[in-house]
């Protein structure tokens, strides 16, 4: 079955410094993916997407995320974090074939401290 | 714009209990679905509707969930009899056909079931 790994479940981090969340997926089809953020008392909402080209796509907020095929990974990056990037982070994806279909990681909750 | 509406907020049930969610999607968005979110793990898909027909409801435990979109439009989700493991954020979330990718995402109804 299809499924989505997040290795961080919680990270604390100082504003300034960088940050790297990991993302894997199992499937080895034609896959979409995404990164969804929710902010206390917020929804969620969508982040970054990648769907084909460029393997390195830049989202909202000064963040990215780098589509690496052979290892299944879709790894989210900031360079310098800041106090409001504090929030949950969702990595997803939907496979070909699969009507939009998200599957979710379980999510991981960044703290940053002023 | 609009966002996802949804209702209620919060419900707090005993177990065996019925209970109802109310979700009305962005204006024009084909595509709803309801997802459920057990604390401390992502999204899971519960079922996905195009207009009014069902895509994929694989994962809705039909025992004693079961939805309905009547007319293409709003959505109601129903759990009955309701058991301690249902209590969960149930987020609705629609999308439209230009962009099915796009998830816009409700606040959610959080169930707590005692």
């Known amino acids: 079955a299809q499924s989505v790994s997040q290795h961080n479940h919680h990270v604390i981090l100082s504003e300034a410094a960088s940050l790297e969340l990991g993302c894997n997926y199992s499937y080895g089809g034609t896959v979409n993916l995404f990164w969804y953020v929710q902010y206390p008392g917020q929804h969620l909402q969508l982040l970054l997407k990648?769907?084909?080209?460029?393997?390195l796509v830049k989202g909202i907020k000064g963040f990215e995320a780098e589509f690496i095929k052979s290892k299944f990974s879709f790894n989210l990056r900031k360079p310098s974090v800041q106090w409001s990037d504090t929030a949950e982070y969702f990595c997803?994806?939907?496979?070909?074939?699969?009507?939009?279909?998200?599957?979710f990681g379980a999510g991981t909750r960044l703290a940053v401290h002023p | 714009e609009a966002g996802v509406a949804q209702s209620p907020r919060y419900k707090i049930i005993e177990k065996r209990q019925s209970v109802a969610f109310w979700c009305n999607p962005i204006?024009?968005?084909?595509?709803l679905y309801w997802y459920q979110q057990i604390l401390g793990q992502g999204p899971k898909l519960l079922i996905q509707f195009q207009n009014n027909g069902v895509v994929d409801d694989s994962q809705l435990p039909k025992d004693r969930f079961s939805a309905e979109r009547l007319k293409g439009v709003d959505s109601t989700l129903k759990i009955q009899p309701a058991k301690l493991e249902d209590s969960a954020v149930y987020l609705c979330a629609s999308s439209s056909p230009g962009t099915p990718e796009k998830l816009f995402f409700g606040s959610g109804t959080q169930l707590s079931v005692l």
């Open positions: 997803a994806v939907s496979f070909s074939g699969g009507y939009n279909k998200l599957i």
């Open positions: 990648y769907f084909s080209g460029d393997p």
């Open positions: 204006s024009g968005h084909a595509t």
